[in-house]
């Protein structure tokens, strides 16, 4: 039955608000007994399970939960600590000064947005862009846990101290984590600066980007 203009507006406004401006279609011509890779509906239907979520207080003082954008079935998942304010106004990670950094890093190693999925570790903007709670963190962290088991990356990379803390569960300073890979879930995690924190203290670019070279080498094979 075709669908009337309504239905395919509604969705996609759905994919829109889901994954921004880049849109994934799936194919049905298929074969039921040809398995069918469903990525990127888990992740959509995950989103709507949990995007009024009201587990801590975070909830009542959010414009939007910002869930997270790019390729559900990507090599590398960037994951932050919270968003900011432009990130809760637009509810998409990453589209500040910060994220605008981050796509150029990205373009560097030869990457662009499509090719990753970024997340954060907390979904609703702490105000005044505070550090996360603890009790915050342990609220969210079952949703970041999901996704990430939902995409299966082969590499997580860490932006910033809060998120490394949070994935491997250990309370290291950021420097004493650089350089080294960690494991979470059988997935290698590779611990980097926030662009935030480069916007901040431009010293730190210069160590930031031998980490996304090692990055290239190791996960895109380029030297």
């Known amino acids: ?6 239905t395919v507006n509604h969705y996609l406004n759905q994919q829109k608000e889901l ?3 880049q849109l994934y279609i799936s194919s049905n011509t298929k074969s039921p007994e040809t398995p069918i890779n469903n990525n990127n509906t888990d992740l959509q239907q995950y989103y709507f399970d949990i995007k009024d979520c009201l587990e801590c207080s975070l909830g009542f003082t959010r414009t939007n939960f910002v869930f997270g954008v ?3 079935t990507a090599d590398l998942v960037f994951v932050g600590e919270a968003p900011g304010h432009n990130e809760d106004l637009k509810g998409e990670p990453f589209v500040g000064r910060a994220g605008k950094l981050l796509d150029k890093i990205l373009a560097a190693i030869s990457l662009s947005r499509k090719d990753i999925y970024i997340c954060n570790v907390i979904k609703c903007r702490p ?8 009790k915050e963190i342990e609220k969210c962290r ?3 846990d999901t996704q990430l088991k939902m995409i299966k990356p082969k590499a997580i990379i860490a932006l910033g101290k809060i998120a490394a803390n949070t994935l491997l569960e250990n309370d290291l300073a950021l420097k004493k984590m650089r350089g080294e890979t960690f494991c979470y879930k059988g997935i290698d995690v590779i611990v980097t600066y926030h662009p935030a924190a480069l916007l901040r203290n431009p010293n730190f670019k210069k160590p930031c980007w031998e980490d996304f070279k090692m990055i290239r080498k190791t996960y895109l094979k380029i030297k």
């Open 142 to 144: 079952p949703y970041l």
């Open 70 to 72: 790019g390729n559900p």
């Open 127 to 134: 105000p005044e862009n505070r550090n996360p709670s603890s």
């Open 19 to 21: 994954f921004g401006n």
């Open 1 to 6: 039955m075709p669908l009337g203009k309504k």
